[in-house]
Structures are given as C-alpha cells and as structure tokens.
C-alpha cells in the first residue's frame, strides 16, 4: 500500500514540476527575478523526482525478490466503513440482524464477523455470538485465504494448528467444520464471516448456501453505506437516512418501509405533490408483461384521483419516465419540456396546476423498480442539490428493498423446512416459547398438538423417497388450510407435525384436530398414477391447564399422540391429567 501512495505522490509532483516549467517559458524575460526563483525552484523539483523515481524503483526491486512476503490480501478500506458512528450504528444493525440469523438455523451454530485493518494487516473480530473466536486473524493466514475464495468447508481435524489461529487452543474433538463467506467492498474483499459447528454433518447443502447468503446480506449493506457517505452531502442529510435505515423492520411489509421514507422526504423537501409508486407485477403471468404498470404506494400533499394503490401505465406517463430512463428528470415546466406525456394516464383531467418537476428511479438490484416524484405548483424549480439528494434517496430506498428482500429469503431459508414450507423444528421452540409468554401476560389459554403420520415408513419404503416428500407436502398444506393465519404449525420431525392454537382450550381445538385427521384420511394421494392413503394419529395438550412448562406440553401432546397410535390411530386424544 506505500508503494501505491509513492506512485500518487511521485504523479502529483511530476504534475506540479510540468507547470512550473510551462510558466518558466511563458513568463517573459524582462521579469528576471521570478525567472530566477522558477529556475532554482525547478532544480530543486529535479532533484526530488530523480529521488522519488528512484525510491519507487528500489521498492519494486524488493517486491521482486522477496515476492513471497507479499500478502494475498493487498485492500484498501475507505474510512467511512467503520469509522463514524452513525456507520457503526448502521454495520452494527446489519452484524446483529447476520448473526441472528445464523443463530436461528442452528443452535450449534457460532458465527463471527471480521474486517480488516489495512494499516494492521489483520482481520479484526468485530462482533460474534459466541466466546470462541479469536480478535485478529493475520491476512497471510493461507486458510483464510484458501476458503474465502472457495465455496468449501474447513475441517479442524485437517489443519489443526492453522485451525487454532481462527478459534484459539482448545480441548477440539477433531469433527468440528467451518464456513468462510467474504464480505465484498467495491469488488475487494475486506473482511469475512466464519460459522462453525460442532460435528460436520450438522452443514447441510440448504445451510452451506444459506451461510454464502449471509455474506452477500453484508457486502450490500455495506456497500450501501459507502454510497451514502460518498454522495450525501451535509451531516443532516445523512444522520437523518441512516435514522431511517436503522429504523426499519425486515419483518415489517413494505409499505412500512414506503412511509418512513415519505417522512424523510417531507423533512428534506419542499413539494405540493410527493408520490412514491412501484412497479406492479404480482399478477402478470408474461415475463414481457412485468412493469407494464405503476402502482402508487404513497402520496403527500394535494390529493387528487391518483391516490394510494391506483395503478397507471409506465410508458407514456410523466411519472413513469424516471423508471424508462433510469435516471433523474427535472424541469421549470414539465408541460413544455414532455408535452407527449401525461402526468398518469390520458383518462385524467386536462387542468394541470404543477410546472416545476423533480423525478428520480428507485433502484433494487440494479433494476428500475419504481420512481419517487416531486411536483410544485409555484413557478420556483427544484435546485441541483435537490436532485442529488432526491436521487440518492432513491438510491436509498431500493436498498432498503433489497435488504428486505433478501432477508426474507434468508429467514425463510433459516426458520423453514425445505420440504414442508412449515417452520422448522427450532423455529417452532422459539415461537412456542413466545407464545407462552404471551399467554401467560394476557392471561390466555392455548392448545398444543403433535401429530405422527401412521405407517409412513411403509410408505419410503414401497413407493420411494420422491412418494414420501410429496406426501409429507400435501398434508402440510392440508393442516395449514385448516388452522388460522395467526396459529402455528411445524415440522416437528421425518413424519412429525406440531400445531399451536392460540387463545383457545383443548376442548374447542378438537373440532380443529379432527377436521385434519379426517382430511388426510379422506384424501387421496396420487403421484405418477400411483395412488395411496394414509392416515394420522394426534395428541394434544393445553397450556396452563396441564402445565406451564413447553417441554412437559410436548411431551404430554406426544405421550396423547401414541396412545392414539396404540389404540389404531387416525384420530386424536387429549391428555388426560388425572
């Protein structure tokens, strides 16, 4: 990194010396003093390019014979990555919400997040979710470097002391596996996340690429943050987005995130008119037929036809030509600069009480999702300031998206079962045990079921593995058809189900338990015209009446369960207490 400052260095001064001696031979001769101070002060200047240059020639000479001691890891960071603390603000939501989700996929799981010190030469431990890690890792370590750039896995029993390097000495079993996702800074890599486990085995495919996801979640976040430092231009402006970004719930719908950024927007601008819309394609079954139209997610200011959740045409629109271009329009007045369009759609009325117009996309993932709009009715324009900020807000917002979108597919990954759809069977604890807590503070009951599908085996065994999947399915979804939208419903195990009814007794849930019984047994599964029946046995306990402990409402669900199953099943039992 010196030799790159050198060459900056060695440049401007080549520069500045070019001048000089352009002014030399244009100052004319009758100023004699300042010829004689330029002509010194060129000496001198030649004196300090030749020992500059050769500097520079006996560093790359020491490159060559000892390339070895080169390190693989040659980055820069930008100062903005960590170093405000507005911006650790924002990495520190962006660590926690990565870690949480790797916590969530497993509870063996311990994940870390490094980043490297460029002056240091280390990747620097920056937060974790377990005491196991250790605080920096040399840039050299040739681990580190052989799995960050390779989508494998890294078995202690393989590299031991290497391995002690990452997670320092301990009493290690010899089965334990590692993960190394880089975090990417404009194309560089500048730090990592490394998840490890106890056994290998414990790493499927689905948790491999899930981890690999993880590191895309980061560098975009991060990169998103390098954005907004570069381009925001006052402290105010910036404080005031990163407010909004750390403000957002990934788990909240989108229209969430549309109002916080409405509010940013009134804080900032001066408008009669704001309208945010997003490209309709939830219905479009034709890939060429996907952003035909806008639909508007927010407005402020004067109302008018075109309110909330009205859609109008991207092509021949005025607020549709942010999203055509893929960049900003601005005008004194848009009636003369685009009198080819309409502001929405040839049905609105001819009387038009906005000139001034300040347009810009909103960008997810490179791609024009949408367009945020400013309109005045006064003849004052929007300035050039406006436009870099309504633009990077823009910017912004797609971000926002795209975090969104990505961590859904992430949660889901981590909190679903591949298979079923269904929550998995750590996600199902977790909730349960909120549920209880709910529960217990609204002073609820609930109703707690396990179900096992009979003979199951029989069926892997005579119809195949794809049979049994596609079985497993179909009643997922049959359960899921017959409890409500606020219950839950799990994949407990291979063939195991779990249910939560919330607010409810025992008594009233059995209709519930047995409507689902009678379903499955009634249905007829056929796949590749190979049809079969299968049925299921249920038990079911109630939380507080039996107890207020999870375990033991399991267990006396799944103890009810197999009397069921003793009894010849494809029916359900309550627990009986006494």
């Not at 690429?209 to 975009?220: A, D, M, T, V, Y």
């Not at 999203?323 to 502001?343: C, D, H, M, P």
């Not at 000139?355 to 009715?377: A, W, Y």
Request: net charge neutral; hydrophobic share 40%; charged share 25%.
């Amino acid at each position: 990194m010196s030799s790159m400052v050198n060459y900056k260095t060695f440049t401007k001064a080549l520069t500045l010396f070019c001048l000089f001696v352009f002014l030399y031979t244009i100052i004319p001769q009758k100023y004699n003093l300042i010829l004689l101070i330029l002509k010194y002060t060129l000496i001198i200047f030649v004196i300090i390019i030749l020992m500059m240059y050769n500097k520079i020639l006996s560093m790359n000479q020491g490159d060559d014979v000892q390339p070895q001691t080169k390190p693989e890891f040659d980055i820069m960071v930008k100062d903005y990555s960590l170093d405000s603390q507005m911006f650790k603000k924002q990495f520190n939501f962006l660590a926690e919400t990565v870690l949480s989700l790797s916590s969530s996929i497993s509870l063996d799981c311990s994940s870390a997040i490094y980043i490297i010190d460029p002056e240091k030469q280390c990747f620097i431990l920056q937060t974790e979710n377990n005491n196991k890690f250790v605080e920096s890792i040399p840039v050299s370590n040739p681990l580190v470097n052989k799995f960050n750039k390779k989508d494998k896995k890294l078995y202690q029993k393989d590299s031991p002391e290497k391995w002690n390097e990452i997670f320092g000495h301990q009493n290690w079993r010899g089965s334990e596996c590692a993960i190394f996702c880089p975090i990417i800074l404009s194309a560089n890599t500048v730090g990592f996340i490394v998840s490890m486990v106890n056994h290998f085995t414990d790493i499927d495919k689905k948790e491999h690429k899930f981890h690999n996801e993880l590191g895309s979640f980061i560098s975009f976040g991060i990169n998103t943050l390098g954005v907004l430092e570069e381009r925001a231009n006052s402290e105010e402006n910036k404080s005031m987005i990163l407010e909004v970004l750390s403000d957002i719930d990934f788990k909240s719908d989108n229209q969430i995130i549309y109002n916080k950024f409405k509010f940013l927007i009134v804080s900032m601008f001066k408008y009669d008119r704001l309208t945010i819309s997003i490209k309709k394609e939830s219905e479009n079954r034709r890939e060429y037929d996907k952003g035909l139209n806008l639909v508007i997610k927010v407005i402020d200011g004067d109302k008018d036809l075109f309110t909330e959740g009205v859609d109008f045409p991207t092509n021949g629109s005025l607020h549709g030509l942010p999203v055509i271009k893929g960049k900003s329009i601005t005008a004194s007045n848009w009636q003369e600069t685009y009198n080819n369009l309409f502001r929405f759609s040839s049905a609105e009325s001819n009387e038009n009480f906005y000139k001034p117009i300040l347009g810009v996309p909103i960008i997810v993932n490179q791609e024009n999702k949408g367009s945020i709009f400013l309109e005045r009715r006064s003849k004052t324009t929007f300035s050039k300031m406006d436009e870099v900020n309504l633009s990077l807000i823009g910017r912004v917002l797609g971000s926002a998206l795209h975090w969104k979108n990505e961590y859904e597919k992430i949660y889901i990954d981590a909190t679903h079962d591949g298979l079923s759809g269904l929550l998995n069977h750590q996600t199902f604890k977790e909730r349960f045990q909120d549920e209880v807590k709910r529960a217990e503070r609204f002073q609820h009951k609930m109703a707690i079921m396990i179900f096992d599908l009979d003979k199951f085996k029989k069926v892997n065994d005579t119809l195949g593995h794809q049979y049994g999947d596609y079985v497993i399915q179909t009643v997922a979804k049959i359960m899921l058809d017959n409890v409500r939208a606020v219950d839950v419903v799990a994949r407990y195990g291979g063939e195991e189900f779990a249910i939560i009814l919330i607010n409810t007794t025992a008594v009233m849930s059995n209709v519930v338990a047995k409507r689902i019984v009678s379903n499955i047994a009634d249905y007829k599964f056929s796949m590749d015209n190979i049809e079969t029946r299968i049925t299921i046995s249920g038990g079911m306990s109630e939380y507080p009446t039996h107890t207020k402990k999870m375990k033991e409402l399991i267990e006396y669900a799944d103890q009810a369960m197999y009397e069921t199953k003793q009894n010849g099943g494809n029916d359900i039992t309550i627990h009986n207490s006494q």
